[in-house]
């Protein structure tokens, strides 16, 4: 499940429990007990919903940045560096076991070359990690000057909704507060 989309389902069961556990008090049992599932239930579709289209949203944006080059020049070598540091982790995951005795060790391979290699492969993933933070945030520096800056309705995937959408998120949210607060 993509990130938005589960963020978004459990704000809205976290939002439907709210109300259940602020109106149980003005309801009867008998009520509170049978409507609390449709209520939960309710809350999580309409935030899985809205999690779906920010979810497709952001994804028509990565394509769209993706035809520029500079973009795409950045973004592959953010990949290629996060896949030489996984390379690298495996490396050092194979030199610790042999050097544990749970992986065999080739031919000529002695303790003291597979230390060498290890201080070697820590180096560089080291190196690596810290290559990997500067060309993210640099992807990310062209991605807000390509797409105009990050504001929280575009972080949120909430830019493209309808003015009726957001009124309706806007008065879910005071009435989760109304009712928590009461």
Do not use: H
Not at 9 to 26: D, E, K
Not at 128 to 137: A, I, Q, T
């Amino acid at each position: 499940m993509p990130i938005w989309k589960g963020i978004c389902t459990c704000v809205g069961c976290a939002a439907a429990i709210g109300i259940c556990i602020a109106s149980a008090g003005m309801a009867t049992p008998f009520i509170a007990a049978s409507a609390t599932p449709w209520i939960i239930g309710g809350g999580a579709i309409g935030g899985f919903l809205l999690g779906d289209k920010a979810d497709k949203e952001s994804a028509e944006r990565e394509k769209m940045l993706l035809q520029d080059q500079r973009y795409k020049d950045a973004k592959d070598a953010e990949d290629k560096q996060a896949n030489e540091n996984n390379q690298n982790r495996n490396l050092i995951n194979e030199i610790l076991g042999k050097l544990n005795g749970s992986i065999p060790k080739k031919p000529g391979e002695t303790d003291e070359s597979l230390n060498q290699q290890l201080v070697a492969a820590q180096s560089d993933i080291k190196r690596g990690g810290g290559r990997l933070g500067e060309l993210r945030k640099a992807t990310d520096k062209l991605r807000q000057e390509l797409t105009g800056g990050d504001s929280l309705l575009k972080l949120l995937g909430l830019d493209k909704l309808s003015f009726a959408e957001k009124v309706l998120i806007v008065g879910g949210i005071v009435g989760v507060i109304w009712l928590l607060k009461g």
